[in-house]
């Protein structure tokens, strides 16, 4: 079993930037994939970033397009935490924010987590 907790949400204006946490549980943190997830209100739940296990010290990162250029996707397994550095902010980009976690390190980039954290908010004013 693994829990994930986010942190990092809140209220900015749109340009801003904003950094994301999910801290893990779990041993192996190193080699899940890891991917970040938002839900517009009134909207279903849309991958915005992953980052998966290639071997080694390297993780291949993978984005939608309505973030590829502003946002991050980056980890620090000694801490057992994945970021999603945010900048660039758009009123568009206001959505409850979700970290996931594959623990087998399946290929692909938006489907197949086992894990689920409880969600951030992010909104940002025009």
């Known amino acids: 079993q693994v829990q994930l907790v986010e942190s990092g949400g809140g209220l900015v204006q749109a340009g801003a930037s904003l950094r994301l946490s999910c801290t893990a549980s779990g041993r192996t943190f190193s080699s899940y994939r890891m991917g970040w997830f938002r839900q517009a209100p009134g909207k279903e739940r849309e991958f915005a970033a992953a980052?998966?296990?290639?071997?080694?010290?390297?993780?291949?990162?993978s984005y939608a397009d309505s973030v590829r250029g502003r946002f991050t996707i980056s980890r620090d397994n000694a801490k057992n935490t994945v970021y999603l550095q945010m900048n660039s902010l758009k009123p568009e980009d206001t959505a409850v924010y979700y970290c996931?976690?594959?623990?087998?390190?399946?290929?692909?980039?938006?489907?197949?987590?086992?894990?689920w954290g409880q969600g951030t908010q992010v909104t940002v004013s025009s």
């Open positions: 996931a976690a594959d623990t087998r390190n399946r290929v692909g980039a938006n489907g197949g987590y086992d894990y």
């Open positions: 980052l998966r296990w290639s071997g080694g010290s390297i993780y291949y990162a």
